[in-house]
């Protein structure tokens, strides 16, 4: 079966196969190639120690040994062969055969007969190659392996030997090849010991990409579908892999945000539309009716047009407002003001409107001037914003206190206090967020205070909200006065 095959069948794709395919398979083959070199290394090195034992004997002593019994009867040459034989101390390492003249193995060292035909290429090759010595490794005529050493005895003349007497040494392979195979069958164990850590380890480190990298693959899925609450299951950890999983649900809490910001945008700007829409057509064609046969019910008819386009505008400019702060674009005009100046002008407004809701209305702020950088009609716009809301969520019989303090670190705190429906614990954190509002029964759009908290922002400034459910509101707007102002923005410049 073709690799490709294989893993379609087993369901391996991607970086797993390409892992497979290229790391495991590299890996296999290494260590392969590694095992087979250290097993032919091992071989050699028995191999060469017999090598080197057999010929380290001294081929001189034997020939001297023998000139001797050169060109004597077969009877002596014999019993000069045994005596050799039983002085050789080597013995138990190693068998030692003496061949006559004839090319015959007379005596053996091993106790045992000598075949009738043995296999012996070493004593053949001596005498073919004219080499001296004559060395071969291979099965005798019983299978068993053995290495053999041949040396004449007889010294060749001008190459040629008048004699095909020799020496042969014989030792026996059988217990290095025995040896040998456990060494193999280590070596094997090892290989396989080393490509099961490969394998593990790597299988271990691919599932800790792949699988973070296919719930990501699921999670992007889900939200391509438009279900932006989907996010990425993983296991904590501090890798790459897993601040990119953090980083994509980070990513996926603000797209939801923006999501439900743009649902609450659409629920809350077509309820406000329709609100004044409503007034405007109803009493348009009220008055389409009426004519001028009813001035009173013609002059309040009118004025509701007027002031339900009057809010409309105000909405369009709340929604610029919002836009622009949205693009970075709302700026600060700023120039050097009396806030509390700017304060009393808002105030002024509010206390009639108060008077006529019923509302108690308290009002306290320093005599003396409180100078800062800031856009007059932007700071306005926070002061009318907050004391909108205040009365706003204020029933008749209730009251709005707005207290100045300058404080003496240089900063102006401004407190607007109400005893109105207050907002749960649970809403206070989301209060400044855009399009938001605890309940669809009051108008607004939910930007007015996510305006108000960035222009305050732009002045350095601060906006807390405190409040307890049913009981009240104390909205604190925090800014800081000239001084400050002038240290921060050298601050800044350092
Ligand atoms: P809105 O134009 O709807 O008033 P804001 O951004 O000014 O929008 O306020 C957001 C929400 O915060 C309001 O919808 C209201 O639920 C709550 N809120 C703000 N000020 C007060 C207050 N003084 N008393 C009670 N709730 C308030």
Request: hydrophobic residues 40%; charged residues 25%.
């Amino acid at each position: 079966m073709k690799l490709g095959k294989f893993f379609e069948k087993h369901r391996i794709r991607g970086i797993r196969a390409t892992w497979l395919k290229n790391f495991v398979l590299v890996s296999v083959i290494l260590v392969s190639v590694v095992s087979l070199a250290a097993g032919l290394l091992v071989r050699w090195y028995y191999y060469n120690a017999v090598s080197m034992a057999i010929e380290s004997l001294d081929t001189n002593l034997v020939q001297n040994y023998f000139s001797s019994y050169l060109n004597t009867t077969e009877e002596q040459f014999e019993s000069g062969a045994l005596r050799f034989i039983e002085e050789f101390s080597e013995k138990d390492k190693m068998e030692v055969w003496v061949i006559n003249e004839k090319g015959e193995p007379i005596v053996t060292s091993s106790g045992f007969g000598i075949s009738d035909d043995p296999v012996m290429p070493d004593y053949v090759d001596v005498f073919s190659s004219a080499d001296e010595v004559g060395k071969w490794t291979g099965k005798n005529e019983y299978g068993e392996k053995v290495m053999a050493l041949t040396i004449p005895i007889e010294n060749p003349q001008n190459g040629e030997y008048t004699s095909k007497a020799a020496i042969r040494y014989i030792v026996s392979l059988e217990d290095i090849e025995s040896q040998l195979l456990v060494i193999y069958l280590y070596i094997f164990i090892a290989a396989v010991i080393i490509i099961g850590i490969v394998f593990v380890s790597g299988r271990y480190f691919i599932s800790s990409i792949v699988n973070p990298v296919e719930e990501l693959s699921k999670t992007v899925n889900k939200v391509a579908t438009g279900d932006y609450t989907a996010r990425v299951n993983y296991k904590e950890g501090n890798d790459e892999i897993h601040s990119l999983c953090s980083n994509i649900n980070s990513m996926l809490e603000e797209i939801s945000g923006m999501d439900r910001m743009k649902n609450d945008f659409i629920s809350t700007i077509s309820h406000e539309i329709r609100t004044p829409l409503t007034a405007v057509k109803g009493w348009g064609e009220t008055l389409l009716q009426i004519g001028d046969k009813d001035p009173v019910m013609l002059q309040k008819g009118l004025e509701v047009i007027i002031s339900e386009s009057g809010r409309l505008s105000e909405l369009v400019e709340e929604l610029l407002d919002f836009s622009r702060m949205q693009n970075g674009a709302l700026k600060m005009k700023k120039e050097k003001i009396d806030i509390l100046a700017e304060l009393d002008e808002t105030v002024f407004v509010f206390r009639d409107r108060s008077v006529r809701e019923g509302i108690d209305f308290v009002y306290t702020a320093p005599e003396e001037p409180a100078p800062m950088f800031g856009d007059p009609n932007r700071l306005k716009q926070v002061f009318t914003n907050v004391l909108d809301n205040a009365l706003k969520y204020t029933e008749q019989g209730g009251k709005v206190t707005v207290n100045a303090v300058i404080v003496p670190d240089g900063y102006l705190n401004i407190y607007f206090v109400d005893t109105g429906c207050g907002i749960s614990p649970e809403d206070l954190p989301k209060v400044k967020e855009k399009f938001y509002k605890t309940s669809i029964n009051y108008r607004g759009s939910g930007i007015g205070l996510a305006v108000a908290d960035e222009i305050i922002k732009l002045h350095d400034g601060e906006i807390k909200i405190a409040s307890v459910l049913g009981e009240g509101t104390t909205v604190k707007i925090i800014l800081p006065l000239e001084k400050v102002q002038q240290a921060l923005s050298e601050s800044e410049k350092e």
